[in-house]
Nanobody, 120 residues
Framework: VQLQASGGGLVQPGGSLRLSCAAS????????VAWYRQAPGKQREVVAR???????SYGDSVKGRFTISRDNGKNTVYLQMNSLKPEDTAVYYC???????????????WGQGTQVTVSS
């Protein structure tokens, strides 16, 4: 089982990016998926979470600007980021609590991180 995060890049303030977190492998089910970010010299913080029932929650700093969604048929979660600010610059990571077919329990998997830089 692997998680692949993608979609980062360089964008100007006020711009948009869409991140993807794709799970691959022999997966029975995916529960909570979350996006985190970590800026240089700062602690990792939760950006957004989505449950298997599509309940969502967001960090205070991104509410109203970021939207998390999931496509269960593709085992993929998206993070649409609008009105980006320089302080959104960070490495973004996704995590998924999922059950692989070879086990009977849920475990947390992490993607490799994707760099988002907001600068003019």
């Amino acid at each position: 089982v692997q998680l692949q995060a993608s979609g980062g890049g360089l964008v100007q303030p006020g711009g948009s990016l869409r991140l993807s977190c794709a799970a691959s492998g022999s997966i029975v089910s995916i529960n909570v998926v979350a996006w985190y970010r970590q800026a240089p010299g700062k602690q990792r913080e939760v950006v957004a979470r989505i449950t298997s029932g599509n309940s969502t929650s967001y960090g205070d700093s991104v509410k109203g600007r970021f939207t998390i969604s999931r496509d269960n048929g593709k085992n993929t979660v998206y993070l649409q980021m609008n009105s980006l600010k320089p302080e959104d610059t960070a490495v973004y990571y996704c995590s998924a609590d999922l059950r692989a077919s070879s086990v009977t329990y849920y475990a947390r998997y992490w993607g490799q991180g994707t760099q988002v830089t907001v600068s003019s």
